[in-house]
């Protein structure tokens, strides 16, 4: 019989600026396979660590489940740079009826407090960002995904671009559903793929894209899902890690969609102009068309 949770630790707060406490449970949307957050019992656990994200309605939510998640008199750390949500740590918590001793410590603030008996505005905090429907596109969505709060211009981009596709596909870093839902418009389509890091985007795409063809995955594609002998793949992938500019991670997008389709099987991709992708489709791909620009994006087709 396993041990009751007693603590829980939020996203990769450095372990030098904030001790993670002993059998905490990751429960990050950003760590596939992690306990929900939100599944945690309320006033269950004794301590928590929350390296605390940069957008204020994502960060007041996850500071509000994870103090209704304390016991009274559990002690939460939370942390965060001081330039993406830091310097506003101290007031948010406070604005929860917390006492807070802070520090600041490599560019972070580190907040530390007690869970009170009755904290404040727990609710309206979770309920803000919470699942919800946008009001810009309609769609299920929730703060803290890509492109939460209004259409993405690139994927827009390619969704005019794409023609009809068929067979078996793939959805790569697909967020709460706007590409696969044009794709899912072709009959042709057998299965579609819809793969996020974030659990959060896994689960609005569900809500989003009601079709017995659509599989999801939540996974780093880095790593899995294990897919192959694809017909099709389509993308906008990710160039930020951690809220860093990393283009060698939208390279590695690239590479395992490569490694996914069959051969002729094709990829399509929507990018920024400035990142430089077309060194990687020329090594992984036969022949590679560029098929459109515009504000800002390129769109690509390659072909194995």
């Given at each position: 019989?396993?041990?009751?949770?007693?603590?829980?630790?939020?996203?990769?707060?450095?372990?030098?600026?904030?001790?993670?406490?002993?059998?905490?449970?990751?429960?990050?949307?950003?760590?596939?396979?992690?306990?929900?957050?939100?599944?945690?019992?309320?006033?269950?656990?004794?301590?928590?660590?929350?390296?605390?994200?940069?957008?204020?309605?994502?960060?007041?939510?996850?500071?509000?489940?994870?103090?209704?998640?304390?016991?009274?008199g559990g002690v939460l750390?939370?942390?965060?740079?001081?330039?993406?949500?830091?310097?506003?740590?101290?007031?948010?918590?406070?604005?929860?009826?917390?006492?807070?001793?802070?520090?600041?410590?490599?560019?972070?603030?580190?907040?530390?407090?007690?869970?009170?008996?009755?904290?404040?505005?727990?609710?309206?905090?979770?309920?803000?960002?919470?699942?919800?429907?946008?009001?810009?596109?309609?769609?299920?969505?929730?703060?803290?995904?890509?492109?939460?709060?209004?259409?993405?211009?690139?994927?827009?981009?390619?969704?005019?671009?794409?023609?009809?596709?068929?067979?078996?596909?793939?959805?790569?870093?697909?967020?709460?559903?706007?590409?696969?839902?044009?794709?899912?418009?072709?009959?042709?389509?057998?299965?579609l793929h819809l793969v996020?890091?974030?659990?959060?985007?896994?689960?609005?795409?569900?809500?989003?894209?009601?079709?017995?063809?659509?599989?999801?995955?939540?996974?780093?594609?880095?790593?899995?899902?294990?897919?192959?002998?694809?017909?099709?793949?389509?993308?906008?992938?990710?160039?930020?890690?951690?809220?860093?500019?990393?283009?060698?991670?939208?390279?590695?997008?690239?590479?395992?969609?490569?490694?996914?389709?069959?051969?002729?099987?094709?990829?399509?991709?929507?990018?920024?102009?400035?990142?430089?992708?077309?060194?990687?489709?020329?090594?992984?791909?036969?022949?590679?068309?560029?098929?459109?620009?515009?504000?800002?994006?390129?769109?690509?087709?390659?072909r194995t």
């Amino acid at each position: 019989m396993s041990e009751p949770v007693t603590a829980c630790v939020y996203g990769a707060p450095p372990a030098a600026l904030a001790a993670w406490p002993v059998g905490a449970q990751q429960v990050s949307p950003l760590v596939p396979g992690a306990q929900p957050l939100e599944a945690l019992v309320p006033a269950s656990l004794t301590a928590a660590v929350v390296a605390a994200p940069p957008g204020t309605l994502e960060r007041r939510y996850a500071l509000a489940l994870t103090l209704r998640a304390l016991k009274p008199g559990g002690v939460l750390t939370a942390l965060a740079p001081k330039e993406k949500g830091g310097s506003r740590l101290r007031k948010e918590l406070e604005a929860f009826g917390c006492k807070v001793e802070e520090q600041g410590r490599q560019h972070q603030r580190i907040c530390h407090t007690i869970r009170p008996e009755a904290p404040l505005g727990l609710e309206a905090a979770i309920a803000a960002g919470g699942p919800q429907r946008g009001e810009t596109h309609g769609l299920w969505t929730q703060p803290g995904v890509f492109s939460w709060d209004r259409d993405d211009a690139g994927s827009q981009l390619l969704i005019a671009a794409l023609p009809a596709l068929s067979g078996q596909g793939a959805d790569l870093g697909c967020g709460i559903g706007v590409l696969a839902r044009a794709v899912l418009a072709s009959p042709k389509v057998a299965r579609l793929h819809l793969v996020d890091l974030d659990r959060r985007a896994v689960e609005a795409a569900r809500r989003n894209v009601e079709d017995p063809r659509a599989v999801f995955d939540w996974a780093d594609v880095r790593s899995g899902p294990a897919l192959a002998g694809l017909d099709f793949v389509v993308m906008n992938p990710p160039f930020h890690d951690s809220g860093v500019e990393d283009k060698a991670l939208g390279q590695a997008f690239i590479r395992r969609a490569h490694q996914m389709l069959r051969a002729g099987g094709t990829l399509w991709l929507v990018a920024n102009r400035h990142l430089p992708y077309e060194a990687v489709l020329g090594e992984q791909f036969a022949r590679v068309t560029p098929k459109g620009e515009g504000r800002g994006f390129k769109i690509y087709e390659a072909r194995t």
